[in-house]
């Protein structure tokens, strides 16, 4: 089953572009540890879900970039059909002459309805090439205009439009120091909005990224293609085919409802996380050598401390014993120590997966108490090594691990809220107060229901 990525904004369509750059590249990688059978199903599936075959023999990426200003959708169409790997649909874009300004409300209430008809044909049209639709992968960030107040509306014709596919929003949490004035705002107004129409909202964190850019990828002017890069990765080792318990020796044909499955039980909980092991620059690679049982374990500290990344993980936090509650002050004011789960997804790629031991994922102590643990951990396996890295885990976790910066920006929302700043900057648009207060209502709710975990 296919994925149509619809890219949404500067970063949407920056990072949208890394990404199938990432994917194109670990297929056209050879990997002498599979057989030639191994990896042209890999390679067959993997196109299946990303790109159309042009008479040319050019794969085309399924995607829709859409932007308010013309500058970032010409460079990522040129790039990509310069690497003559793979392109763009050259009539898959809609861009405009004039961007958002920051401002959520101009994205939602403006640009959103006048151009919703030519960007849902698009949408269509992207659909229609699809033997079979497993759904949409929207990529936007959350403190612009554009990218999250197009981005909400997008989701939301996309939810109408297409009622029974899966909806998965990529969303790119701003920097702590601020990136513009009301980034707050637009991000409490971005995340409420997609609550209700999406599936899931896979987060990544820029704070997080550029930290790993810095210390893990020893990068000393981290760009913003750096950053992209690195996120790039991590999402295509999730994305790419892998064989799951039910698909026994098949690549699975339907990733995003697997994903669905696997790690959205509940309609209350949607945000997923992302970890990915080992991450190093690629001239390291050749005198580097991983184990799985080290890597595993790392992974797993990693989950339970909430550690983003594997230097400097707090090896002293250990789960609570079974049977004991969390204390009510584990909230969300105080230091999380130990990051409860609702469901966990382990993606091994590479040498000799199937020996690996996955018990210590599989601790009931890790999750809340109302999920069986055999419920709540899966395993995705696949022999074939991605970029590069002979060995690999990836873990991508419904858990508490985005209360902390989600309740500083609903706390820092508000405080301005409260004394009225830049109010009028979105009433002028159509976005009144009642709309603000029913968004830190929402999220307030998804605020207290992981806390409870």
Not at 41 to 49: G, L, N, Q, V
Not at 423 to 432: A, D, M, N, R, V
Request: proline letters at 5%; charged letters at 20%.
């Amino acid at each position: 089953m296919s994925i149509v990525t619809v890219q949404l904004g500067q970063c949407g369509n920056q990072i949208g572009h890394e990404v199938f750059n990432a994917i194109c590249g670990d297929i056209r990688g050879t990997h002498g540890m599979c057989s030639k059978k191994e990896n042209e199903s890999y390679h067959d599936a993997c196109k299946e879900r990303f790109f159309s075959e042009e008479e040319s023999g050019v794969p085309v990426a399924r995607a829709v970039l859409v932007d308010m200003e013309p500058k970032v959708i010409s460079q990522t169409l040129s790039i990509a059909a310069r690497s003559g790997y793979w392109k763009y649909d050259d009539r898959s874009h809609f861009c405009q002459k004039q961007g958002s300004g920051n401002n959520w409300a101009n994205g939602y209430s403006v640009h959103g309805p006048r151009h919703k008809e030519v960007i849902m044909n698009l949408v269509q049209k992207a659909a229609e090439k699809c033997d079979r639709l497993s759904g949409f992968f929207t990529i936007m960030s959350m403190a612009g205009g554009t990218g999250s107040g197009l981005g909400a509306f997008v989701t939301q014709c996309l939810r109408d439009a297409f009622p029974t596919s899966f909806i998965l929003n990529h969303v790119i949490w701003p920097y702590g120091t601020g990136e513009v004035i009301v980034q707050n705002y637009n991000s409490v107004l971005t995340l409420s909005h997609l609550y209700q129409s999406s599936d899931a909202l896979l987060v990544h964190e820029n704070d997080v990224i550029h930290k790993i850019c810095a210390q893990l990828m020893n990068i000393k002017q981290i760009s913003f293609r750096d950053v992209n890069q690195v996120i790039a990765h991590q999402l295509g080792s999730v994305f790419q085919p892998t064989y799951t318990a039910e698909s026994g020796l098949h690549y699975s044909r339907n990733p995003l409802g697997d994903l669905m499955e696997t790690l959205v039980p509940h309609p209350e909980f949607k945000m997923l996380g992302l970890r990915n092991i080992p991450q190093m620059p690629e001239n390291s690679l050749a005198y580097s050598t991983f184990s799985w049982p080290g890597l595993i374990k790392h992974l797993r500290q990693m989950l339970i401390a909430n550690a983003k990344m594997e230097e400097g993980i707090d090896w002293q936090v250990r789960p609570p014993p079974l049977g004991s509650s969390i204390p009510s002050s584990h909230s969300t004011n105080k230091p999380l120590h130990f990051n409860t789960s609702i469901a966990n997804l382990v993606i091994l790629r590479g040498k000799d997966m199937h020996s690996v031991d996955l018990g210590s994922f599989r601790d009931p102590s890790l999750y809340t108490s109302w999920l069986n643990p055999q419920d709540a951990f899966n395993a995705w396996k696949t022999p074939r090594a991605f970029n590069k890295y002979e060995k690999s885990a990836s873990l991508v976790s419904n858990s508490q691990f985005l209360l902390k910066p989600l309740d500083n920006v609903v706390g820092k929302a508000w405080n301005m809220f409260a004394s009225k700043a830049y109010i009028h900057q979105y009433t002028k648009f159509g976005i009144e107060e009642e709309d603000f207060l029913d968004s830190f209502t929402a999220l307030e709710q998804v605020i207290s229901s992981y806390t409870r975990l």
